[in-house]
């Protein structure tokens, strides 16, 4: 057999590792999508009854806005109870209904085995729908991808899956109920593959898509069809507008920086509160219902008020005073530790920002620029500009926008990276003491295969040489034969017979086996070996395996005939590589006096 011919036949590679069970995971997705788009409407629903038995005293499922409502000191005590209702369901429930729900659905997939609590599942969008339904300043958003979340590791729970495989299924939840909620199908997938998959597979993309299409498909005879927010279509935009657009997109960005620092800022200040954190969500109730005697339209999710923005119905003075009133009292009632949701304020926040920047500049409608401003504050303060962008385009059906979305929401991504080390997510979990990276590349080890690391000239010794002699001969060559942990032993036809670790020699020159015994008797287990066209990622997981630090590589048409040797120290080798890649700067071959692959 050929060398090129044996090379094919033992290469296995593929571009993806995803096999047949990926087919059982779209099986599951399809009810979890179906129970997600359920679990929505049964949110809303509730969101609707808190916010009419509160305000309006009255039991009704109908939509009820706060916006232009005046309630006086009634609406100042309607929210402090809720947070304090909210306080005692965290205590004496679970603690993780506090917050927005998002760093918590990453707790659970990173270090949770991408198991939730029963009661999370209930106690989550019950808590939200009384925080939003008593006024508080939130979206539905992050209790909906909680609560699907939970409902979808529950129901994995009940077959015999991987935690891998109950992660897909974890976020299939959350990405059914925000398609739900939002009509937004395409933006719910991104989001998953953005902010809560942490990985680029098959195996966990597909079935994720498959409970959003479900979910926006069972959406339609409970919560009607999309879009939520449409505008009329914008006109195809000149290179001016796109100008307009980056500098939208940079003030949202210095506007993402400043409300993270708001939120965590206070939620600093109620940690040095001498009282329980219980506590802490009357008084975010409070600064709610003082905020809204002020301008009604920070109460509640505030969709009417988005919907304004994107039809460019503010004026610039309302655009700042709704800026500072929704932002103050945001940060302070998120801070304080109660339950809700971040996108619906952020879409608010960022769709002032940028009608602000078109009204000041004089570019025409201000409603596409406060659809941009939503875009980038979404795309900066999430980091996740794909979601943000789709998200925008999925609510207002524009897709003459999709340039100007595009550039606002990568520009606000590219001052929050550089501005903040984290986002408004993830600095939750930096400060529990755990740390993401949020930024994907194809694993070195899966992209290099060990004939690009092996050592091709491999320490190889007779097997008939004897124990002392090869003691000799590793002492008297430390920078050849005696730098590797391990030698390889080989028989008179120069095959391999066995692999013999310095320990293994330490401990024959220190035992009864006398110095003149052959090193190949005292080889006792069986010799690993790999092929030079595997990955690295798989000789690892070879050497983590068999519980051992090296291995000969072998020809792929020979299993016997030694080719190099891999150990521990050329594996690390590689991320050496990737590293001087990363850091080294260096001219071009043209600056270094020759052409390019001369």
């Known amino acids: 057999m050929s060398s090129a011919s044996a090379s094919a036949a033992t290469d296995t590679l593929s571009d993806f590792s995803t096999n047949r069970r990926v087919l059982l995971l779209c099986a599951l997705a399809v009810p979890i999508g179906a129970i997600g788009a359920v679990v929505a409407k049964a949110l809303l629903w509730l969101i609707a009854v808190f916010t009419n038995a509160a305000f309006f005293l009255r039991f009704s499922s109908a939509p009820a806005t706060l916006q232009g409502q005046h309630f006086g000191w009634w609406g100042v005590l309607v929210p402090v109870l809720g947070g304090l209702l909210i306080g005692l369901m965290a205590r004496y429930g679970s603690e993780k209904i506090r917050g927005h729900g998002i760093p918590e659905a990453l707790e659970a997939i990173l270090l949770g085995r991408s198991l939730i609590n029963p009661k999370v599942a209930i106690l989550k969008p019950v808590s939200s729908a009384i925080s939003i339904g008593t006024g508080g300043p939130f979206g539905a958003e992050g209790p909906i991808i909680m609560t699907g979340g939970a409902f979808g590791s529950l129901f994995a729970q009940f077959f015999h899956l991987t935690a891998a495989e109950r992660k897909t299924l974890l976020v299939a939840g959350a990405a059914a109920g925000m398609s739900a909620v939002f009509a937004t199908p395409v933006a719910a997938v991104l989001l998953a593959v953005e902010l809560l998959l942490f990985e680029w597979k098959p195996r966990s993309f597909i079935p994720v898509t498959v409970a959003a299409i479900v979910a926006s498909v069972v959406r339609v005879p409970l919560l009607g069809t999309g879009p939520i927010f449409p505008v009329p279509l914008h006109d ?325 005939r030694v080719i190099g040797y891999l150990g521990r120290a050329d594996i690390l080798a590689a991320r050496t590589r990737l590293h001087d890649e990363e850091e080294t700067r260096e001219h071009g071959p043209w600056r270094r006096g020759k052409p390019a692959g001369a």
């Open 236 to 560: 195809l935009l000149t290179p001016t507008q796109l100008a307009l657009a980056l500098l939208t997109g940079v003030c949202a960005g210095f506007g993402s920086g400043l409300l993270t620092a708001l939120v965590y800022a206070w939620e600093d200040a109620f940690a040095r509160l001498p009282f329980h954190w219980m506590w802490w969500p009357a008084l975010g109730g409070l600064a709610i219902g003082l905020g809204g005697l002020v301008d009604s339209r920070v109460l509640g999710v505030g969709y009417e008020t988005i919907h304004g923005l994107m039809r460019g119905e503010l004026l610039a003075g309302a655009l700042i005073g709704l800026f500072l009133a929704k932002g103050i009292v945001w940060s302070v009632a998120l801070g304080s530790g109660t339950s809700g949701g971040v996108l619906a304020p952020l879409l608010m926040l960022g769709g002032a920002i940028g009608a602000l920047v078109g009204i000041v500049t004089g570019a025409g409608d201000p409603g596409l620029w406060a659809m941009v401003g939503m875009a980038a504050m979404m795309g900066g303060t999430m980091r996740s500009p794909l979601t943000g962008l789709v998200f925008i385009l999925e609510l207002t059906h524009d897709f003459n926008a999709l340039p100007a979305l595009l550039v606002g929401s990568v520009a606000a991504l590219c001052v929050t990276v550089l501005l903040l080390r984290r986002s408004i997510l993830t600095e939750k979990l930096a400060r529990r003491g755990q740390h993401i990276a949020r930024e994907y590349s194809v694993d070195v080890f899966e992209r290099l295969r060990v004939a690009d690391v092996m050592d091709p000239e491999p320490p190889l010794v007779g097997g008939d040489t004897t124990v002392a002699r090869l003691a000799t001969l590793l002492a008297a060559d430390p920078d050849g034969l005696g730098s590797r942990q391990g030698t390889i032993i080989v028989d008179e036809r120069g095959e391999l017979s066995g692999l013999l670790t310095r320990n293994d020699l330490m401990k024959a020159l220190q035992g009864p086996v006398p110095d003149g015994v052959p090193v190949g008797e005292i080889v006792k287990r069986p010799v690993v070996t790999i092929h030079p066209t595997a990955t690295l990622h798989e000789a690892i997981a070879r050497l983590l395996k068999h519980d051992i630090g090296r291995m000969p590589v072998v020809s792929p048409d020979n299993p016997r």
